[in-house]
């Protein structure tokens, strides 16, 4: 029986999902990344919080890149764009050193969301395409995870991600 509450809950959640992506015009795969990232992280508030800040901060690592790459371009040509990811990427060893901001694969996490959504370089598509799907897939990923730690398990510690 609990095996049969756990895949209606996630079913549910799932279409869900879906739903708000097709709905809000999402790229569904950005939110479903965050709710595996829920589950990699350790399946807590604050982890998770500390987790979409880097991803957030990745994202916006790529917009750099991005638009040094364009202002280089117009300095050492072609060239521009690899000059620009190799001092920023190089930058990370650095960056990575701060307090709470020191898991790298989060940030790499958010270079490969943003290059793989291509969202047009503005604030509005960036929130739209990117942030808000990902806080939707933490969201989700909490809510499936307190429901069924809750309800399918009685408060046992967490089965969630194990199924």
């Known amino acids: 029986m609990k095996t049969f509450l756990f895949g209606a809950i996630m079913g549910l959640f799932g279409a869900l999902a879906v739903y708000l992506s097709i709905s809000l015009e999402w790229p569904g795969w950005v939110l479903f990344m965050a709710w595996i990232c829920f589950y990699l992280y350790g399946k807590s508030v604050q982890k998770s919080l500390n987790i979409y800040l880097q991803i957030i901060l990745g994202i916006g690592l790529s917009v750099l890149i991005e638009l040094a790459g364009e202002f280089l371009a117009g300095f050492v040509g072609e060239f521009g764009p690899y000059l620009a990811i190799f001092i920023l990427i190089g930058s990370l060893a650095f960056l990575i050193k701060i307090k709470n901001l020191h898991d790298l694969t989060a940030w ?15 604030l509005i598509p960036i929130i739209k395409q990117l942030f808000l799907p990902l806080a939707a897939g933490f969201t989700l990923g909490y809510g499936v995870d307190f429901i069924v730690t809750k309800l399918v398990h009685s408060g046992s510690t967490s089965q969630a991600g194990s199924h």
């Open 108 to 122: 790499f996490f958010g270079l490969v969301v943003f290059y793989g959504a291509e969202p047009t370089i503005a």
